[in-house]
């Protein structure tokens, strides 16, 4: 399984960005997948999450901020983020899981998951 994200930048506050996250390499038609960030000197959060039957969840931080949405035919994870802060400056992750568990839900913790990108680098300035 591999996991590939895109789209990070550097944007002011205010300002909007979109990431994808290109997944190739399984056929599991059941899966999990997220968005995750990490901050230098903090832990690893869930941002965002969707569920096989597009189920979504997401962290307060970023309700009404955020929409992740995914393209079946594509293999594609996205990440719409609007009205970014300086405190959503991370590195933010694609993260995939496989479990029949997924259908109708999408955890948030990070330990769920088994496949991780390497990562897009998103700095917000004040």
């Known amino acids: 399984v591999q996991l590939v994200e895109s789209g990070g930048g550097s944007v002011q506050a205010g300002g909007s960005l979109r990431l994808s996250c290109a997944a190739s390499?399984?056929?599991?038609?059941?899966?999990?997948m997220g968005w995750f960030r990490q901050a230098p000197g903090k832990e690893r959060e869930g941002v965002a999450s969707?569920?096989?039957?597009?189920?979504?969840s997401y962290a307060d931080s970023v309700k009404g901020r955020f929409t992740i949405s995914q393209d079946k035919a594509k293999n594609t994870l996205n990440l719409q983020m609007i009205d970014l802060k300086p405190e959503d400056t991370a590195m933010y992750y694609c993260?995939?899981?496989?479990?029949?568990?997924?259908?109708?839900?999408?955890?948030?913790?990070?330990?769920?998951?088994?496949?991780w990108g390497q990562g897009t680098q998103v700095t917000v300035s004040s």
């Open positions: 993260a995939a899981r496989f479990s029949s568990s997924c259908g109708w839900f999408a955890s948030l913790k990070t330990s769920a998951y088994n496949y």
């Open positions: 390499g399984f056929t599991d038609r059941t899966y999990c």
């Open positions: 969707i569920s096989t039957y597009d189920v979504t």
